[in-house]
């Protein structure tokens, strides 16, 4: 073959065939910002997957994923004592959970429960200690009272810089958080340590009537009500009143609802102070029904797992209340496993994979595929 006629192979070989007449037709992917909702099966396939991935690593492990997830199950709900105590771990979760998913009705996203939690829970202590004996109805009354407004202001402080100097709320309410827990640090090891506490950190014990009354020989407390009336007032609130109504088309479109006439800066200093007022009486439930003393640790991540609840509900009261015990139980069989060998983090590990796929699944769920000439 001469130089020539290789280099008109070579040409042919590299050339694309040639186009053959008629419409060409392709796939497109196609950002759609009007779909907001994802359909209700998200939430139940992203546990599905999450429980698949989790499978992996168990079984990376040598054990039996079905054996793991069994025992959960039964440590969580398959006795009364497992039950009470998933029940009790709902409490702060559905709490706080409720206060997220009131500031995510207008897109204000407060990730501060958790500082919002811890504040709720000092300002409770504060009644124990410099109003040492006040009878059972005024110590719970105050201990609400003062629980509920230290939430509230912190979560006030996160607002105003949102509202008028558009600081970042994301960035303002996780910083907050690590002021509270300073803040816990600084009290439980220096004026509140208990003198008799054997140089441990923490407050002295409160008395019977500066605690929450509990349900029987179990740690269930009257939180619980707390909790649920919450949800009703937010069903109610949401569901009939003009204000849900602002915060439905504030969350939908804000310009819309500004061009409407809706002062939206005032709505979200309302929310964030609902939303850090919850998570405050969460704070108060856990010292006065749980711990009976202010300590370090007092929150095991509480505010923050309340986001995966709310995301996880969909904003919906009925769902808060399901996805808190749900979540309520896979804390407590995180610990049920360890006795067969795995550490409880198994339960964090099933939390992050479920947020995981929850806003993979959102972000996906926003696109569509289209056809194109």
Known sequence: ????????????????????????????????????RSPWWSPVLSVI???????LFIVANGMNPVTVYEKMFRGAFGTSYGFTETMVKAIPLLLCGLGIAVAYRISVWNIGAEGQLTVGAMAATAVTIYFPGLSS?????????????????????????????????????????????????????GPWKDPAGFNFPGSPMFTAAQSLPVLGTTRLHIGLIFGLVAVLIYFLMVKFTRWGYELKLIGANPAAARYAGIHIKKHIIIVMLISGGLAGIAGMAEVSGVTHKLMQGISPGYGYTAIIVAWLAKLNPLGLIVTSVLFGGLIVGGYSVQTIGLPSSISE??????LFFL???????????????
């Open 1 to 36: 073959m001469s130089p020539k006629n290789a280099g008109n192979t070579a040409a042919a070989v590299l050339e694309p065939p040639a186009a053959k007449p008629g419409k060409r037709f392709g796939l497109r992917l196609e950002y759609d910002s009007s779909r907001t």
């Open 49 to 55: 997957l999450a429980l698949l991935l989790c499978a």
């Open 137 to 189: 109805f005024w110590a719970i009354t105050l201990m609400l009272i003062f629980g509920t407004a230290a939430g509230a202001l912190w979560g006030l402080m996160t607002a105003i810089p949102r509202t008028h100097f558009g600081v970042n709320e994301l960035i303002t309410s996780l910083m907050l958080n690590y002021v509270a827990l300073l803040a816990l640090d600084y009290v439980v090891f």
């Open 349 to 354: 590990m099933l939390q992050g994979s479920i």
């Open 359 to 373: 806003i993979a699944g959102d972000m996906i769920h926003r696109f569509r595929i289209r056809r194109s000439a």
